[in-house]
Structures are given as C-alpha cells and as structure tokens.
C-alpha cells in the first residue's frame, strides 16, 4: 500500500518504556524521535546506563528504523548489541545491557494524522525542530514576511504557533507545513527534510535564488549533509538486513532499488567533500557508503540470472582494474562500464564484448 506520493505507507508507531508510564504514539511526518537520557530527547529515560542522547526512532524508506546513537551502554535485540535496526510490529529492545531497560513498539495501522490539535508540542526545545525553525524564520524574513503577515495567508490560526515553531518547542502538522512551504516558495516535504538532517531548502522552480543569502551558514550546511548521509546510510542498512533469500522473485528489484539509493548518496557526499568547509567525517561516511555499495554489489552478483551491472562491477573489483582498463580490455568507451555498472541499457555489442571480459576475469580467478 502506498500514499499519494507512491512511497509505501507507514503504520504510526506505539512506543513504550517501561520506565515511562506515557507510551508515546508517533507518525512518519513527526519528524525524528530521540529517545535519551536528557532534553532535548523526545522520549526521556531517567537511568544512569542510557545516555544523554541514547537512540534515535526514523521513518525511512517504508519503514521504522532504529539507530544507537554511540551510546555508552548500548542498545539489544535479543541479547545482540545493535547499531541500527529496522523495526517490526511487537518487538522489544533493550536500553544500556541484553536486560535493561526494555522499549517495545506497536504499530498502529489506523492511527488519523489529520484532524488532531494544529500541532504537536514536545516537552523541551528539539534541535531539529529548533533548526527547522530557525530556517523558516530566516526564509520569511527573506521574503519580506512577519509572522502576522503569515497568518493571514492561513499558515497557522496562532501568532503563538508560530513562535512555537520558530523556537523548536511544536512540530506543525502536515497540512500547515504544506501551506508554510507554499508560503516560503519551498518544495514540498522541505520542512521535514531539514528536520531530516538533510540539505538547505531550494526555492521552487521558476522562482529565482537569492544569491546574496544563505537559509543556513556553510559549516551549519555541512553538518546538514553529514546528518543526512548517516540517517540515509543507516536506512539503507536497515533495509539491507531484512532483504529476502538470493532465489526470491523480490530480491533483484529490492537489490537494484538499494544500489541506486547508495550511488546517490556516494554522489552527494562526493560532490560536498569538494567544498571548502568538508571535514574528514564526509570522507569517512563516503568510504562507508562505497563500501557498502561494493558488499552489496557483490551480494547481487550471486543472484540467479543476475544483471550485466553487479557481474561487471564484482568482476573489475575483484581483479583490481579500473573502469578505463576495463574498457580498454572490452574495446568500449569508458562512459559504457560506468552505465552498465550504474545497471544502465547498454548496446548489445558492448554488453557481449563486457559479458567476454567477465567470462575471462572469472576463468582466471576460478583457476
């Protein structure tokens, strides 16, 4: 099942700690959800074995995903320390040992986002919220805006709203994001992104950029992108873990589906390592992702009939060549390795004369 936009639904998610008497029932639109030991966390743990800023809870892809935030003490699923973890219907782990503190999750299937109170409070000031916040602050003022002056274009029925929200203490529900967004001249779905982690919003096509202002200041814009690519990362890996057998009928469109989502991230961090302001941790999520591309790569080499792509790709890494020999060794241009590696149509000529240096490479290596 999918919404409007053909990304599959997600359920809302009943999360309970037992050392909380209040489950807490969030939606795929709420944005992250913290869960640690101190505010700004959403879900507080008052026990000295969770830490300050212990897990984080993300709607990623078509699904629930949780990722341990470097916390000191860990978090368990079934007595397994875990980094990140797609989450399931009924499922239990456990905060700061295998027996600690367990936080178990429901999903809620008709849970109704839509009619509730304007918008979500939360019990401290989040930073992502507060950074969403603040971008629209900046890009209001940047058009000329007050904050009256939004309400009588319908973006909130409050001044007070407004103010919330600009100061990361409410999370706007997603009809008022979608009227902010068409206020601000911002795609859809911006507001969310920036709580997200990822990149500065754009205006909308046909609408000029202002060259002279900057929503956010590059090394802020930076840490944007390292936010981005990690929670991106950790999705993908979560997704990883839970794809069916070699010899399932979903298995190539699911791998094929990854892959894609891994050349896109290597690509927007590789483009941001060239900027000034790039620090060795884009540099560090880069080798991460290549490394998981290339693992993965692999894994859909095995696959009965598998596509030109990942045989090629496999092939080349595991003799050391770079794509030029490759290309040199087929009698192609370069840009044809790279596009049917990227699992790109490719010419019948070039694809046999790739399919002969795959055959040769694996005879070689199979000796």
Same mark, same amino acid.
């Given at each position: 099942m999918t919404d409007g936009t053909g990304e599959p639904d997600v359920p809302a998610l009943m999360i309970h700690c037992a050392l909380d008497a209040d489950a807490h029932t969030v939606r795929p639109d709420d944005g992250p959800v913290t869960i640690g030991r101190i505010p700004p966390a959403r879900i507080l743990v008052d026990d000295p074995r969770i830490s300050s800023r212990h897990a984080r809870i993300d709607a990623l892809s078509g699904?629930?995903?949780?990722? =341990? !935030?470097?916390?000191?003490?860990?978090?368990?699923?079934? /007595?397994?320390?875990?980094?990140?973890?797609?989450?399931?219907?009924?499922?239990?782990?456990?905060?700061?040992?295998a027996d600690g503190i367990p936080v178990s999750f429901t999903s809620i299937a008709d849970a109704d986002p839509v009619d509730d109170p304007e918008d979500d409070p939360v019990d401290a000031v989040d930073e992502r919220l507060l950074r969403a916040g603040q971008a629209v602050a900046e890009r209001r003022r940047e058009l000329?805006?007050?904050?009256? =002056? !939004?309400?009588?274009?319908?973006?909130?029925?409050?001044? /007070?709203?407004?103010?919330?929200?600009?100061?990361?203490?409410?999370?706007?529900?997603?009809s008022s994001r979608a009227r902010l967004e068409e206020v601000l001249k911002w795609p859809p779905g911006t507001i969310a992104a920036i709580v997200a982690g990822e990149s500065g919003a754009q205006p909308v096509d046909g609408e000029p950029a202002d060259d002279n202002t900057e929503v956010l200041s590059n090394t802020v814009e930076m840490q944007l992108v390292v936010d981005a690519a990690e929670i991106g990362l950790h999705g993908i890996n979560a997704r990883i873990l839970t794809l069916p057998g070699l010899h399932d009928p979903g298995y190539a469109d699911q791998v094929g589906e990854l892959l894609s989502e891994l050349r896109r991230l290597a690509s927007m961090i590789s483009r941001a390592t060239l900027a000034a302001t790039a620090g060795a941790d884009l540099a560090v999520l880069l080798s991460e992702v290549r490394r998981a591309h290339t693992d993965l790569m692999g894994r859909a080499a095995k696959a009965p009939g598998a596509p030109l792509g990942p045989r090629l790709y496999t092939a080349r890494h595991r003799s050391e060549l770079r794509v030029d020999e490759i290309a040199a060794a087929a009698g192609v241009d370069a840009r044809i390795v790279t596009a049917a590696e990227a699992d790109q149509a490719v010419d019948a000529a070039a694809a046999a004369a790739l399919e002969s240096v795959i055959a040769t490479l694996t005879r070689h290596w199979s000796a």
């Open positions: 699904h629930w995903v949780l990722t =341990d !935030l470097g916390s000191t003490n860990g978090t368990y699923v079934d /007595g397994h320390r875990i980094g990140v973890t797609a989450i399931t219907d009924g499922m239990t782990v456990h905060l700061g040992n000329g805006l007050s904050q009256r =002056d !939004l309400l009588a274009l319908g973006v909130a029925k409050s001044q /007070g709203t407004l103010v919330n929200f600009e100061n990361g203490r409410t999370w706007p529900r997603k």
